[in-house]
């Protein structure tokens, strides 16, 4: 079985975002980036699965700039075997990245694919669904426990009243939620070993995809800085206030 992981470079988690001064979007200058983390534990699952004898070949693919090699790289570390790089500096948007990634199905050929349930730089939300739709494959979206025999995916999804299970049939398309496993780090032989690992840049231009946004951001802003909090001294004074000064009771 093939398995696709579509992992997407953003902002690391750990960094403080700066808006850029004109309100156009976030500052992207000398920020860290890495691997989506939901998207790591995409690629940990699939590795996963080829440990248990479930699958034999993981490819990962990123969409945008030339420096999302790097983040191919970790993928390859953590121990997926092949990347692809659809190289663009144009803006994607969910549609476009599902269109596109449509397209690396119609060419690859996988059995499933697992994606991230968002991406935390647009926290979007989308592709996978989007993906699914495009593909008419069923889709087993927040997964927090993947099961796979006999040509089935029994996905456990975390809904509001408690956990629900769902049997997919393969071909099928999953995303992931953050109790699914806990990812690997990487080792320096295996960042070593990575490197030979194959990885092929195919150009937009290629796969010849509308990609055109179909929304415009108007702009981008901080949010408020919230006021210092104060302390009370009993709860006499905790309900005064909250009845005379915040007014919310
Ligand atoms: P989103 O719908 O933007 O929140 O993204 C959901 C998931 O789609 C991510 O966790 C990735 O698995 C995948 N994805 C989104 N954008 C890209 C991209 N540019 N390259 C590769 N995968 C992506």
């Given at each position: 079985m093939k398995l696709l992981v579509p992992i997407k470079r953003v902002v690391d988690f750990t960094v403080k975002v700066r808006v850029k001064p004109d309100g156009s979007g976030v500052d992207l200058e000398n920020v860290k980036m890495s691997m989506n983390p939901f998207d790591e534990i995409a690629v940990e699952e699939a590795i996963r699965l080829k440990e248990r004898g479930l699958a034999n070949e993981i490819i990962v693919v990123s969409l945008g700039p030339a420096a999302c090699q790097e983040t191919l790289r970790t993928a390859l570390a953590m121990g997926a075997d092949r990347a692809v790089l659809v190289e663009t500096d144009a803006e994607l948007e969910p549609l476009a990245v599902a269109k596109l990634l449509k397209q690396i199905v119609a060419k690859e050929e996988p059995q499933l694919v697992i994606l991230g349930k968002?991406?935390?730089?647009?926290?979007?939300?989308?592709t996978g669904q989007m993906l699914a739709a495009l593909l008419d494959w069923p889709q087993g979206t927040f997964a927090s426990k993947l099961e796979i025999a006999e040509g089935k995916a029994t996905v456990t999804r975390e809904i509001d009243g408690g956990l629900e299970t769902l049997e997919l049939p393969l071909p099928a398309v999953i995303t992931t939620d953050l109790r699914l496993n806990e990812p690997r780090y990487t080792s320096l032989p295996n960042i070593i070993k990575a490197k030979k690992r194959p990885l092929d840049t195919l150009k937009?231009?290629?796969?010849?995809?509308?990609?055109?946004?179909?929304s415009k951001t108007q702009k981008v802003g901080a949010p408020q800085p919230r006021k210092a909090g104060i302390r009370v001294n009993s709860v006499e004074e905790l309900v005064t206030k909250l009845r005379e000064e915040a007014k919310v009771i």
């Open positions: 968002q991406a935390i730089d647009d926290d979007s939300n989308q937009i231009s290629d796969l010849q995809t509308d990609i055109a946004p179909r």
